[in-house]
């Protein structure tokens, strides 16, 4: 039975294909920074030097958030509802320990073991950029460690001097509230269930970044979901064509933050006219054609009823195909080894 009347059949794979089959949905998805989170590699964050728009030819450095950064957090989400909903347990299935290789998370984001198997993943993230320069999109804070008297200076603690002052500051860059990363989620050969499990992931997730602070908040606003027999444009083409689009509108005003509504307006004029120059064939979920898919989605998944519809036939399908697909190559590795 459907669960998605908005959606027609045909979009979906009716089970998970062992093979690519060519038929891809789009996730577009502007993430908004609300806090000050931290997207770094060797502790310090990550940029790129590109140029500015499709049209205007300044070069710039961009933010970068790596496509692991994005996909992590997300897939975390999804094996936290399967634990909550008693479909898997953390014995069984322990992210980067130990994958029970027969549940939603492990069939649809992917695995690794080494010779007891793996699963490529059916999503598909790159690394995003800021729309805004790096200049703008960043600032430094000095951070610190004092006692618990509140205080940088000693009381005599572990044998110090009292009155002597902590020299534990450091420095630390973080991304500001309100920057844009532009990003699309791409999921290979879905099926109604494996589409509706992603798809809540992506609302649900609202943490992302260094996982050893507390900061991080990023909110994901979904502007359209695209159909097609193929890959779409990067998220770096489509970040340079907004670029573009708020520049001839004056909509970027530098220091001051970018607005919202501004933000999304030009995003889905500029996939629109990104899309329309594509070799593919796509139907396209943008604007008022979105409105009633997102409000039914949010509508199943927002009931305690709706997400176990979603999960139990997700993890249905993830179970057929481990059946059917890796528990033979398990027999197989087993067999070669004897």
Request: net charge negative; hydrophobic share 35%; with cysteine.
């Amino acid at each position: 039975m459907a669960l998605l009347k908005t959606v027609e059949p045909e979009f979906f794979q009716a089970e998970i294909p062992y093979k690519p089959m060519g038929k891809y949905a789009h996730f577009l998805t502007i993430r908004i920074t609300e806090s000050y989170p931290l997207f770094q590699t060797d502790a310090e964050l990550n940029k790129a030097r590109v140029r500015a728009g499709v049209k205007d030819k300044t070069t710039i450095s961009r933010l970068s958030m790596f496509k692991r950064k994005q996909s992590t957090p997300e897939r975390l989400v999804g094996r936290e509802l399967l634990r909550n909903y008693g479909l898997m347990t953390a014995e069984e299935c322990e992210y980067n320990v130990n994958f029970a290789m027969d549940n939603p998370d492990c069939i649809i984001y992917g695995f690794a073991i080494g010779d007891s198997g793996s699963e490529k993943s059916k999503v598909v993230v790159d690394t995003a950029f800021s729309i805004t320069a790096f200049d703008e999109s960043h600032e430094t804070f000095t951070l610190n460690a004092p006692y618990e008297n509140g205080t940088m200076a000693s009381k005599g603690e572990n044998g110090s001097k009292p009155g002597e002052v902590t020299s534990r500051i450091n420095q630390q860059d973080h991304i500001r509230p309100q920057v844009f990363f532009p990003s699309i989620i791409t999921l290979k050969d879905p099926t109604e269930a494996s589409f509706l499990y992603v798809f809540n992931n992506i609302l649900r997730t609202r943490h992302y970044g260094a996982q050893t602070t507390r900061t991080g908040r990023v909110r994901n606003e979904l502007i359209g979901v695209v159909f097609a027999d193929g890959e779409i444009t990067s998220n770096l083409r489509w970040t340079q064509a907004i670029y573009d689009q708020m520049k001839s509108n004056n909509t970027i005003n530098s220091p001051d933050p970018l607005d919202e509504d501004d933000v999304i307006t030009a995003a889905k004029n500029a996939i629109e006219a990104l899309m329309a120059d594509e070799f593919i064939v796509h139907t396209d979920f943008i604007g008022d054609s979105f409105v009633s898919l997102i409000n039914e989605v949010k509508t199943l998944t927002g009931s305690e009823k709706g997400i176990q519809a979603i999960l139990q036939k997700a993890d249905a399908e993830a179970k057929d195909y481990a059946k059917k697909h890796i528990s033979k190559k398990k027999t197989t590795a087993k067999a070669g080894k004897e």
